[in-house]
């Protein structure tokens, strides 16, 4: 699975958009970006995928550059409970690899009232 | 609340012991996957099983070994348990492991070896 880089910490105020940067410049053409995000010591939590077209879902908006090479999480209107650390992973679908989500550090983000 | 359980919630036991962590999967999932936390480690992925048989071994021990049974739950056993074992493990279920298919996590067992 290609690597990615996250800033390790972000901060946002409360109401406001955040947004997650991820690298992962080494990307394949049959690689797809993950963003799950762990609350407090949590069991972590999916938020969306995609693979090259921009997605959105009730949660978060992902942005892919056209290149693949990095993307954005986009959390439209951050409240207090959005405080987590957010993984960016890319991963394979099957292969040896099946289901294996490889984690990295994450970016913790704070939002502040 | 993912729809996965996980028992017990935390464990305290002492260096040479064995313990078994036990999870059960959200209804109409068929793998199971193991997940170890610790402070200088991160997340790591540990071994995946699909409808009974396993299908991704992670950097898992030795000492280390799982099981999904026919109801589609599933144990990891620790055995020989060192101080560094200590750890949050974490069980999560999907449909499947193919793409799309989100994984759930359940709450975690909180392990303490002392």
């Known amino acids: 699975d290609a690597k990615t880089t996250q800033p390790p910490s972000m901060d946002c105020a409360e109401g406001r958009a955040a947004n997650l940067p991820c690298n992962h410049s080494t990307i394949s053409g049959n690689e797809y970006v993950y963003w799950y995000r762990q609350i407090h010591s949590q069991g972590p939590q999916y938020i969306i995928h995609g693979l090259k077209n921009n997605e959105t879902n009730e949660m978060a908006s992902l942005i892919i550059t056209e290149d693949r090479k990095s993307s954005t999480l986009i959390l439209p209107h951050a409240t207090l409970r959005d405080t987590a650390v957010y993984y960016c992973?890319?991963?394979?679908?099957?292969?040896?690899?099946?289901?294996?989500?490889?984690f990295g550090q994450g970016t913790i983000l704070t939002v502040h009232p | 609340d993912s729809g996965v359980t996980q028992t017990p919630k935390h464990l305290i036991t002492a260096t040479g012991q064995r313990v078994t962590l036990r999870c059960s999967p959200r209804?109409?999932?068929?793998?199971v996957y193991w997940y170890q936390q610790s402070l200088d480690q991160g997340l790591q992925f540990l071994i995946q099983y699909y409808n009974g048989e396993e299908r991704a071994k992670g950097n898992i021990l030795e000492r280390f070994s799982a099981q999904q049974f026919p109801d589609l739950h599933s144990e990891l056993n620790l055995s020989s348990l060192e101080l560094g074992d200590s750890a949050l493990y974490f069980c999560a279920s999907s449909v499947d492991g193919g793409l799309g298919n989100e994984q759930f996590f359940g709450p975690g067992t909180r392990l303490t070896v002392l």
């Open positions: 992973i890319v991963r394979l679908d099957g292969g040896t690899s099946y289901g294996k989500l490889t």
């Open positions: 209804s109409g999932d068929l793998s």
